[in-house]
């Protein structure tokens, strides 16, 4: 006798599987040929159960770029964390470790990110959140308001050295990502100071 889900029981879905199944996915079709009812099916949930955890497509590439950048910003946050640049540079070598099987994943997303102009606009919200918390970063190594103009144009141009660093990485470099982040956020200070 086979056992039956009841009707309307949310499934057991895990929100990463899923994600790194999408990636695949889109590694081997491309984004624009894969739909969120190919992801359901190949990730084992209803279609239902996919749409409860993600609004569309691009929400599944940017997910781990913002599960990194929360925890960033928990190390951000903690009192023993520098302020400014420098602070940001160490917690970045804390926080961006990309385990060796994760890695190709991730250049798949950072590749879409940075070949689609649909998928970067539905990551403005996160990134704006993200500017946000830079910009905070930045105010208490200069004693600024976090509101300041010089606060929240130096978070901005950081937000912007990080995303961008980053879908470089994905088509240019052999080198671990947080060589090479760390690399443009140290051109990014010199510029700044």
């Keep these: ?10 499934q057991i879905a895990d929100p990463d599987q899923i994600a790194r199944i999408a990636a695949t996915l889109f590694a081997e079709r491309g984004y624009a040929a894969v739909s969120m009812d190919d992801i359901a099916e190949r ?3 209803s279609r239902r159960t996919l749409f409860r955890h993600f609004e ?18 928990e190390l951000l946050a903690d009192p023993a964390t520098p302020p400014g640049m420098a602070g940001l540079r160490a917690a970045m ?7 060796g099987e994760e890695e190709e994943i991730t250049r798949v997303r950072l590749r879409i990110i940075g070949a689609s102009s649909e998928v970067f606009a539905a990551g403005i919200g996160g990134l704006g959140d993200m500017t946000e918390g830079l910009s905070r970063q930045v105010a208490k190594a200069e004693h600024l308001d976090e509101d300041s103009l010089e606060a929240r144009t130096a978070g901005q141009a950081i937000t912007g050295c990080i995303v961008a660093s980053a879908v470089w990485w994905a088509s240019h470099s052999d080198e671990p990502i947080v060589e090479v982040i760390d690399r443009a956020l140290a051109s990014l200070e010199r510029g700044i100071a």
């Design 43 to 45: 990730s084992g949930v």
């Design 56 to 73: 569309n497509k691009a929400d599944l590439v940017w997910r781990d770029f913002f599960a990194t950048y929360r925890r960033l910003a």
């Design 1 to 10: 006798m086979s056992e039956h889900r009841r009707p309307g029981r949310p």
């Design 93 to 99: 070598r804390d926080t961006l470790e990309v385990p």
